[in-house]
């Protein structure tokens, strides 16, 4: 009787001890659900449903169907902006982790004066992408900037362009200038990857004398293959909503020539007051974003690893 | 390992250095620019100052009063940077406090509690990664008009915090389930609750992951630009970037060397942060890539 009744109470209390586990649990999810609810969820589907209406800021909101959607295929403001986007996210992410991987392999190796190199090449990736884009619109000006100015002292005046008022150079400097502000990060990243490869097999490698490029190509490589693949996918992401830097940089222009979706969508809304197109710029942003994010979670297995 | 002279280094070196000379050199051309007269700008932005002058961070911080606030050089400067950085530092400060309290609290709750639906809300919660905040601006801004939120620090802040939870709840799941199980079971064979084990065993294990988020998402709500200059529209309310952009938005009010001086102001915290914490920021953000 003893014995049962004890045993009955430990029960009792385990259950309870479980059950203030699964209150717990519950608590501690609770604000980052009311958090994401009321800034990320509920901000989605009014987006989502503006862009179903002609919302223009004032009065009401009238339900256009796909109308938005279907006018997006004509729209050259559109196309050009989407073109854009494009343009500048696969150029600045394939130059920066390029740039990135070519800063990395040497450091990695432990060149003369590495841990400098490293430090100083992590400085710009500090600076926020206003002051970095302020700074260089001044270096960059086409008649008093420090870079035409060089140019210039140097002889070479026909390579002193209109950096960032000619048309037909103004995305190529605007890909240049992203893509060296984001080496430095995507350096560090691979760094990071490629000091997990064990000593035992490097050192293996100089014993059969191999040469420094056979051992880059062989075997550091083939091991920040997927973290480069995860690099080159979450560099191209964030590069694909980029704003700071190109609104702070060159405004979108000259013209629309550097107008990117982002841009776009906030001079839509805030400039013309077309809410509901604005938001169809949008959930094409959010859906673009989604898809490479659903690609990024499977590569590097986010939702699944358990470390 | 080898650190011995190699002929194959050189032309690495040289592009090393080269490099370098471009990391530092915006950095250079900001101070000494900052130090300038507007009118020693225009002439030559390479050149050293003649007479280096701190009037410029004297009129960016303060504005200019007096008899200075006539003159030409007070009227193109008349950005108020010692406002701006104490609006950066609250929207950083209680960005960074409400995101490392709630991203723990998950860590927490995903890496070691039992209830149901846990693993629902984890998928939620790395879904939440796809939606870019942009797509969100249009109804954030309207329903912050409406409830007359724009201009208030607080809502930018936990708005940061928000953007920035996915991320860190992520990278805190994964920190909480490294720390070794043993000293939890241990101490509730000592009768500890759950609750007792993650205020006194769980968190001060986890103060280095705290940082970590911490030090991750400084300088996103340091110097975010798009949210801040749509949410923020009184002068005295804006936080550094969009104070920044709005000194060169006027044609008349523009300055380059008090700019400069901004954008020395806005960075030189940031840099020295770095200077002083190098190996904790750097350990910090190799923790963030490998993580996730």
């Known amino acids: 009787m003893k014995k049962t009744g004890k045993k009955g109470k430990r029960k009792t209390s385990l ?33 989502i449903y503006w862009s179903f209406t002609d919302f223009r800021g004032l009065g009401s909101a009238n339900w256009v ?23 500048y996210s696969l150029g600045t992410t394939v130059l920066s982790c390029g740039l990135g991987l070519l800063l990395a392999a040497p450091i990695y190796r432990k060149i003369r004066g590495w841990n400098i190199y490293r430090f100083v090449f992590y400085i710009t990736p500090m600076l926020s992408g206003t002051v970095v884009a302020l700074l260089m619109g001044r270096l960059f000006n086409q008649d008093v900037g420090a870079i035409n100015v060089t140019l210039r002292n140097l002889g070479l005046d026909s390579l002193a362009l209109n950096w960032l008022t000619d048309l037909d150079i103004v995305m190529y400097t605007v890909i240049l200038v992203s893509a060296w502000f984001g080496a430095g990060g995507a350096m560090l990243v691979y760094l990071s990857n490629m000091s997990a490869i064990s000593n035992d097999v490097q050192e293996a490698a100089t014993l059969d004398g191999v040469s420094e490029w056979q051992r880059f190509w062989h075997i550091t490589f083939p091991i920040i293959k997927r973290p480069f693949l995860v690099v080159l996918m979450s560099n191209f992401i964030a590069n694909f909503r980029s704003y700071e830097m190109i609104n702070v940089l060159t405004g979108g222009g000259p013209g629309t020539k550097t107008q990117v979706l982002s841009i776009l969508m906030t001079l839509t809304a805030f400039n013309t007051n077309q809410y509901g197109l604005a938001c169809t710029y949008a959930v094409v942003i959010v859906v673009v974003i989604a898809i490479l994010t659903a690609f990024y979670i499977k590569v590097s297995g986010i939702a699944t690893k358990r470390v | ?57 004297i009129y960016a911080w303060k504005g200019a009063s007096g008899d200075l606030a006539n003159s030409y050089e007070a009227l193109t400067i008349s950005g108020n940077m010692a406002t701006a950085f104490r609006n950066s530092l609250i929207v950083t400060v209680v960005g960074l406090v409400v995101l490392c309290a709630i991203a723990t609290m998950t860590g927490y709750a995903q890496a070691r509690l039992n209830f149901r639906g846990r693993s629902k809300f984890y998928t939620i919660i ?28 607080i809502v930018l802040a936990v708005l940061y915090a928000t953007f920035a939870l996915p991320g860190a709840a992520i990278t805190m799941k994964a920190n909480m389930e490294s720390i070794p199980k043993e000293l939890e079971e241990a101490a509730a064979l000592d009768g500890c609750t759950k609750w007792t084990t993650f205020w006194r065993i769980v968190l001060p294990i986890s103060r280095s992951s705290i940082a970590t988020v911490a030090i991750l998402n400084m300088n996103y709500m340091w110097s975010e630009l798009m949210f801040a200059n749509i949410l923020l529209t009184k002068n005295e309310m804006r936080t550094l970037s969009s104070a920044l952009v709005s000194l060169t938005a006027s044609q008349f009010n523009y300055s ?31 923790e963030g890539a490998v993580k996730s």
């Open chain 2, 126 to 153: 790395v879904w939440m990664l796809a939606i870019p905040g942009q797509a969100l601006l249009i109804p954030i801004f309207r329903i912050c008009a409406e409830l007359k939120l724009t201009n208030n620090l």
């Open chain 2, 256 to 286: 380059p060397a008090g700019l400069m001086a901004g954008v020395t102001i806005t960075s030189v915290p940031i840099l020295i942060l770095y200077a002083f914490c190098q190996r904790w920021i750097m350990g910090s953000v190799t």
């Open chain 1, 65 to 87: 169907g796909l109308k938005n959607y279907i006018s997006l295929f004509d729209d050259l403001r559109f196309t050009n902006a989407f073109k854009n986007t494009v343009v």
């Open chain 2, 1 to 57: 390992m080898n650190k011995k002279f190699k002929l194959s280094h050189v032309p690495v070196q040289i592009f090393f250095i080269l490099w370098s000379f471009m990391q530092l050199y915006p950095l250079y051309f900001m101070i000494i620019n900052s130090l300038k007269t507007n009118a020693e700008y225009v002439v030559d932005t390479m050149a050293l100052p003649t007479q280096p002058t701190f009037d410029n961070f």
């Open chain 1, 15 to 47: 259950h309870k001890a479980r059950r203030n586990e699964e209150l717990m649990g519950y608590a501690f999810q609770l604000p980052l659900i009311i958090l994401l609810c009321i800034f990320m969820i509920y901000p989605l589907f009014r987006t």
